[in-house]
């Protein structure tokens, strides 16, 4: 079998190989890379006819990296012993990576497999070769990082003077300026299509949901297609930034220390000249539907599934049961597992058992009407204690961002020691306020938590029609239903029930539970045990 010699072409845009008429480059595309690799061949090679060429070539591929189809597969034939030489135009070919080149030469090395770079008329027969090979992709290295970080420079620059958000495009709501490419103004027209997405999205129990009434009513996309959930996303993500006028830079720096970085790498956020283009009641609506949406996500399974008791099912030591699925020969089962021990609960009985004592409490008039009375009273007080702590909080910002700013303009150039002093201190103040941020954000979620929906919180009325048609609610809100009247279930050490209506305690006979094994038998347990019913006696009220 002959061996080969692998031609290896690439270059990373489609445009970087055709000219503006769409005609093949002289020096840019594929196949004139190929020709110049294998005329070079012929005259360095005597005996070129002993072998097979392989030409592979990799299109709109980066040479930062190595995950490119063609470059695995040459890769590939060289560990499998049947090449005899590489051959590209171009270092940069091959890798802009020194890293990445020395992986290369070093495989190459270890299949004695001879590499060959036409265009600086070098292989790794010599020593010398080899050398300048590896001066010559340090220098490629280089100037592929310099070029990044000016392209981010430049990026950071045209955001903060002008308002210009790099690889921006159009969505509902706002076109591309007819004089400035990169800026964006309102669209009254498409304006009126977002307002109608998020209404209908705000009257929707899910964004799946959102997107079917969306598709119903034929609402279309800017581009006149139709509206996809990650358009939704964008659009979503959006009310937090462009629809509030608002971008930023350097996201992925947002938690480092900001002195620390220099002026194009610092995390910002900045006004865009186009300003708000929606209401701020519509925007905090979204928003405040986002936060709570997140907060369900987190209570639910992975397939969506809603655990009712995924916040206020604990054990004695306090330790929480969170839902979980579990999957046997016989199918899916849920449970209730608990974090530290592992401890499981069957799902729906535990789920039976609370709803069916939640109706029998709260069945009598005068006990619901107490109970209800007790819950909203409770959550009043927690939200104003909670609101003077915010304001309390707000003031301390500040407090600091004022603090960080007299120290920001205070820094020296000139007195190492000085600026070093400064440069501690206001890391400290950075630190402080992200603290004081970090709680903010903790105890608003809070709040929005007690909050569940206005309708719930404000309409007594509507409690009672919700508890006779507790059949037809959906689970996110039966689920808000059942964390308004019940502080906690309780499992205790002998296997007890105690399920706390606003510190009224009514106990269950033994809960009967198994650990969580390694290996699952056909109802979802673990092997060598059972999980048994819940309750071998219900006690109802």
């Known amino acids: 079998m002959k061996k080969k010699i692998i031609i290896y072409t690439r270059f990373s845009t489609i445009g970087q190989g055709i000219d503006s008429l769409g005609r093949l480059k002289e020096d840019h595309s594929g196949k004139v890379q190929a020709d110049r690799c294998l005329a070079h061949l012929k ?89 300048l090979m590896t001066i010559m992709i340090s220098f490629a290295q280089m100037e592929r990082e310099q070029t990044i970080e000016r392209q981010k420079h430049n990026n950071y620059s045209r955001l903060i003077k002008d308002g210009k958000i ?26 009126k299509v977002l307002v109608k997405v998020l209404n209908i999205y705000l009257d929707s129990l899910t964004r799946s949901e959102a997107i079917n009434k969306i598709a119903d009513l034929g609402i279309k996309n800017i581009n006149g297609k139709k509206i996809t959930l990650s358009v939704l996303d964008n659009i979503l993500k959006n009310c937090h930034w462009r629809y509030k006028g608002k971008w930023y830079a350097n996201l992925e720096n947002k938690d480092k220390d900001q002195s620390s ?26 928003l405040e539907k986002q936060k709570l949406d ?91 204690d909670l609101q003077i702590e915010l304001s309390s909080i707000d003031g301390k910002l500040r407090s600091v961002s004022n603090k960080e700013e007299k120290l920001r303009s205070s820094l020296l150039d000139d007195d190492a020691d000085l600026t070093s002093w400064f440069k501690e201190e206001i890391k400290k103040v950075v630190q402080e306020k992200k603290q004081l941020e970090l709680r903010k954000v903790s105890i608003q979620e809070y709040i929005r938590k007690l909050d569940f929906d206005d309708e719930i919180v404000n309409k007594r009325n509507k409690y009672r029609t919700e508890l006779e048609n507790l059949a037809h609610l959906k689970k996110s809100q039966l689920r808000n239903f059942v964390e308004l009247m019940i502080d906690k279930v309780i499992v205790k050490k002998n296997n007890e029930i105690e399920i706390r209506f606003l510190g009224e305690k009514l106990n269950f006979e033994p809960v009967l539970k198994s650990k969580k094994g390694s290996e699952l038998n056909e109802n979802g347990g673990s092997e060598g045990t059972r999980t048994l019913g819940l309750l071998r006696d219900r006690q109802t009220l």
């Open 43 to 131: 005259h360095v090679v005597s005996n070129i006819d002993e072998y097979e060429m392989v030409i592979l070539e990799d299109i709109a591929c980066s040479g930062s990296n190595t995950k490119r189809p063609s470059y695995k597969k040459m890769e590939a034939l060289i560990k499998s012993g049947a090449v005899k030489a590489v051959t590209t135009t171009e270092l940069s070919r091959i890798s802009r990576s020194t890293i990445d080149f020395f992986k290369f030469i070093e495989l190459c090395e270890l299949y004695g497999v001879q590499v060959i770079i036409v265009g600086q008329n070098l292989d790794t027969k010599s020593a010398q070769g080899k050398m």
């Open 166 to 191: 790099n690889g921006g495009t159009e969505i509902l709501g706002l076109k591309t300026h007819e004089k400035k490419s990169g800026v964006f103004v309102k669209d009254d027209k498409t304006l």
């Open 261 to 286: 970085l220099r002026d194009f790498e610092r995390y910002t956020i900045v006004e865009l000249p186009h300003g708000q283009i929606l209401s701020d009641v519509l925007i905090k609506k979204v």
């Open 294 to 384: 997140s907060t369900n996500l987190r209570q639910t399974g992975s397939n969506g599934y809603v655990y009712l008791l995924s916040s206020i099912l604990f054990d004695e030591k306090g330790d929480p049961f969170k839902g979980e699925a579990a999957h046997g020969k016989g199918g899916s089962y849920r449970y209730y597992r608990n974090t530290k021990t592992g401890d499981r609960l069957k799902v729906n009985e535990i789920d039976s058992l609370v709803m069916t004592t939640l109706r029998s409490y709260i069945a009598n008039d005068n006990v619901f009407q107490e109970s209800l009375d007790l819950a909203l009273n409770k959550s009043d007080t927690t939200k104003s």
